[in-house]
């Protein structure tokens, strides 16, 4: 929260609130908002609301300052379209922060050893509640967000990496081992910070 706060102001949407743990945060750290709004299908949603089955989000366009959406895209068949309804959704000049996980990190150590059960893959003999519908890299994050800058009147304002702490002398070593950066990323990272901001007029983004 602390590293987003100057992007998370006046009317939030929290989408896939859960149990509203970024307004607690704002409230703790004193962050500004205007309002706050949480949708979820679970948890203590402002509006509980299936974005599995939305079509489109009950909200007029450009209706909020800034949207959050933590580790949920990853959760849906309909990624691309609850995309594009955040995009719609957030004022010109407003900022969308996003984050998805990094789904080789979880499952490298599981292939390589031929043994062990992944949490949101596998073949469970019942169907689970939840899942991850997509599995991706640190490489396939970034490319996604830099394609909807092409979709959208959207710019990348800023790219967080996030890995788990590690001594600093394993991680340089590890480094050494791969061949770029990137590589490193895709095998270590753990998760994706995004933010991007809504740019032109008014209006900008409508029919997405």
């Known amino acids: 929260m602390q590293r987003f706060r100057e992007h998370l102001r006046g009317d939030l949407l929290d989408v896939g609130c859960w ?7 704002a409230d703790e750290q004193n962050v500004g908002l ?7 299908i679970g948890g203590d949603p402002t509006q509980v609301i299936d974005l599995e089955q939305c079509d489109r989000l009950p909200f007029d366009d450009a209706s909020f300052d800034a949207i959050i959406c933590t580790e949920v895209l990853e ?13 719609r959704v957030c004022r ?17 150590s599981r292939v390589v050893r031929g043994r062990g059960t992944p949490r949101f893959y ?12 997509w599995f991706f890299n640190v490489t396939d994050v970034v490319d996604f967000f830099d394609a909807q800058t092409k979709r959208h009147p959207l710019r990348v304002v800023h790219t967080h990496v996030q890995e788990q ?9 590890k480094r050494v081992c791969h061949a770029s950066q990137r590589a490193y990323l895709n095998r270590y990272a753990d998760s994706v910070w ?3 901001e809504k740019v032109g007029g008014p209006g900008a983004g409508e029919g997405s």
């Not at 205007?34 to 979820?40: F, P, Q, R």
């Not at 596998?122 to 519908?133: F, I, S």
């Open 165 to 173: 702490p590690r001594n600093a002398v394993a991680r340089g070593l």
């Open 92 to 108: 010109p000049g407003g900022a969308m922060v996003i984050s998805l996980p990094n789904c080789w990190r979880t499952m490298r």
């Open 19 to 25: 149990k509203r743990g970024i307004e607690h945060a």
């Open 194 to 196: 995004v933010v991007l």
């Open 34 to 40: 205007a309002s706050y709004y949480g949708i979820d």
């Open 122 to 133: 596998g073949l469970p003999p019942e169907k689970p509640e939840d899942r991850h519908k």
């Open 75 to 87: 959760h849906l068949d309909h990624c691309h379209r609850v995309f594009d309804e955040m995009v």
